[in-house]
């Protein structure tokens, strides 16, 4: 397969955490009782966020975790992969229960490859595993054009890890096909936006081997020297 492989993680990017006030109101595009300059009103926008109409409570280690997602958003995600478009790879903490999201998402089975990236009972790998299997790709796309083949972009989805400092080492390892980071706000996980810019870049890559992030402040910060931030931020998954 030639298409583009997409490491995707759960928490934060599928599964949001959305506003506690905001969700008792309604929820996303109901956001008219917010005062004009709150941030939450075009974060929750119905034109910005998709609509979290699926739930479900799951105790995968013996702790309740509640899953909020939109059924629009993951079914465009398994689309990508049942027609080929893509190679989707979970690339997530629930490594060990990437079963139970198939599950739950309604995502057949063998549909999308699990990253075993960290050893779930020592935890060895949890801090610095996403980015080196990343890393790993570029890498091995880097081996397939020096054979004579053509390389795969690659998008990593992912609210913590995506961020400036990950987009400069992987700018560094000087890639032979474009890759594009996302970093979602993990209140709403992938906003339109985002999942417009990913289906563009899966259609039609650019013709350079430039390392794209999307931050969600409006616009790219691509290349080194734009400001992504520093990957810091705070939810309450797996």
Known sequence: MDGPLVFLDFDGVLNAFPDGAVMRRGGVGRTDWLADGDPRKPLYDAGHAFALDRRADVRPDGIRYRLRWSSQLAD???ALATSGAVELC???TWQPYTGLLNHHLGWPEGAVRTINWYDPFSGYG???GKLREVSLAVREQRERTAGGGPARPIVWIDDDECHAAAR????SLRPAA???MVRPDWHIGISRPQWARIRDFVAAPPADAAVILDDGTGGPAARSGAD???GAGTHHGL
């Open 90 to 92: 979970w690339l997530s």
């Open 178 to 180: 474009p890759v594009l």
């Open 168 to 171: 400069d080492h992987i700018e």
């Open 76 to 78: 465009g995600m398994i």
């Open 126 to 128: 949890r801090m610095d």
């Open 228 to 230: 992504g931030g520093d």
